[in-house]
Nanobody, 132 residues
Framework: QVQLVESGGGLVQAGGSLRLSCTAS????????MGWFRQAPGKERGFVAA????????KYTDSVKGRFTISRDNAKNTIYLQMNSLKPEDTAVYYC??????????????????WGQGVGSWGQGIQVTVSS
């Protein structure tokens, strides 16, 4: 059984930083891309960032490029999302997700869309609130 546990969320002022972590169990972690999605109040869940199984491939949604960095430590079965220069519009519940299959990476927007449908393994979500 796959389990994903997120941590590191909280309340921060605009311009501040937070680092989210997601630790996985029940999978061969180093074989899977991992990603972060978020859902703001009243909005659909949306893609934030993804990282390939080996950590060399990365993808970001345009609104976080240059501010957020995704990384992973395969020895610790953990991914991270370093969030800098946070804005109030970053306020959301952030979810960690496992890639759809081993050695898969969301190369296209269609891939991202499929991933975001909720199939597969997801964390319980963690709140990030950015005050203005």
């Amino acid at each position: 059984q796959v389990q994903l546990v997120e941590s590191g969320g909280g309340l921060v002022q605009a311009g501040g930083s937070l680092r989210l972590s997601c630790t996985a169990s029940g999978i061969t972690f180093s074989s899977y891309a991992m990603g972060w999605f978020r859902q703001a109040p009243g909005k659909e869940r949306g893609f934030v960032a993804a990282i390939g199984a080996t950590g060399t491939g990365k993808k970001y949604t345009d609104s976080v490029k240059g501010r957020f960095t995704i990384s992973r430590d395969n020895a610790k079965n953990t991914i991270y999302l370093q969030m800098n220069s946070l804005k109030p519009e970053d306020t959301a519940v952030y979810y960690c997700a496992v890639g759809l299959r081993a050695y898969w990476f969301p190369n296209t927007e269609a891939d991202v869309g499929s991933w975001g449908q909720g199939v597969g393994s997801w964390g319980q979500g963690i709140q990030v609130t950015v005050s203005s």
